[in-house]
């Protein structure tokens, strides 16, 4: 995913939560690498305990609480059902966003996760799906793992009362981010083309969204930049 803070300036609530997105160690594959991983070892919609353990194995990312990521099982906590199987797909989601490759790799393998019969097109109503998964992963999920045990640069408390102010802007952020995957031009579209939703991550800003600290910061402006854009 990059080191976030060599662009640009984040507050230490954003950097406590970048530090713990790190400790899952997603970053040291490939996007290419994380997508094989999870379609080897699960059907794409569950994985058995089994399978989940060898994902992490092959992958070498944290599933399980250490000294430095306190809270990851509670994280995939989450996405576990009773009989103790994993749902795929977020955390597939989450893998892409967390490790290395440009956006348009990470743009197309999302895309194909939800476009299971290779059709090569998606309803929008599975676009704004896609987006709210995004916003789950990055603006409750991913600062949930901000823990006090391990000193971090902001508090659990403080990361509580920031996550607060960026669930005010979410239906907003869901909105913007709809317009930048669809299109201003395919808006009215009851669906979009694979080549065209992939074509829309050139665009450096619907780029960063593949990236859960620049959903967060987006959410945060965007009620700004709407304004604005209006004013025009």
């Known amino acids: 995913m990059g080191c976030a803070s060599s662009r640009e300036k984040l507050s230490?609530?954003?950097?406590a939560i970048i530090q713990m997105e790190e400790q899952l160690e997603f970053f040291k594959n490939t996007v290419r690498d994380v997508d094989m991983c999870f379609k080897k070892n699960s059907d794409l919609?569950?994985?058995?305990?089994a399978q989940w353990e060898s994902i992490s194995i092959i992958l070498g990312i944290k599933i399980k609480n250490t000294y430095q990521?306190?809270?990851?099982?509670t994280l995939y906590q989450h996405y576990t059902l009773e009989d103790g199987r994993i749902i795929v797909r977020p955390l597939l989601i989450l893998g892409i966003m967390l490790s290395s490759g440009t956006a348009r790799r990470?743009?197309?393998?999302?895309?194909?996760?939800?476009?299971r019969n290779n059709t090569k097109v998606l309803p929008k109503s599975e676009i704004h799906e896609i987006i709210r998964l995004i916003l789950d992963l990055s603006l409750i999920r991913l600062?949930?793992?901000?823990?006090?045990?391990t000193r971090p640069c902001a508090s659990e408390a403080r990361i509580k009362a920031?996550?607060?102010?960026?669930?005010?802007?979410?239906?907003?952020?869901?909105?913007g981010m709809f317009e930048k995957f669809m299109g201003l031009e395919n808006l009215?579209?009851?669906t979009?083309?694979?080549?065209?939703?992939?074509?829309?991550?050139?665009?450096?800003?619907?780029?960063r969204l593949t990236a859960p600290y620049a959903v967060r910061l987006f959410a945060l402006r965007y009620n700004e930049l709407n304004s604005n854009r209006d004013k025009n």
């Not at 919609?45 to 305990?49: G, Q, T, V």
């Open 143 to 149: 600062p949930e793992l901000v823990s006090n045990k």
């Open 162 to 175: 920031y996550v607060q102010s960026i669930l005010t802007c979410r239906e907003a952020a869901e909105q």
């Open 45 to 49: 919609e569950h994985a058995s305990p």
């Open 192 to 207: 979009i083309d694979k080549d065209e939703f992939i074509k829309h991550f050139a665009d450096e800003e619907t780029a």
């Open 12 to 15: 230490v609530e954003e950097i």
């Open 106 to 115: 990470k743009a197309r393998l999302i895309f194909e996760l939800y476009d």
């Open 69 to 73: 990521c306190p809270k990851a099982e």
């Open 188 to 190: 009215a579209n009851e």
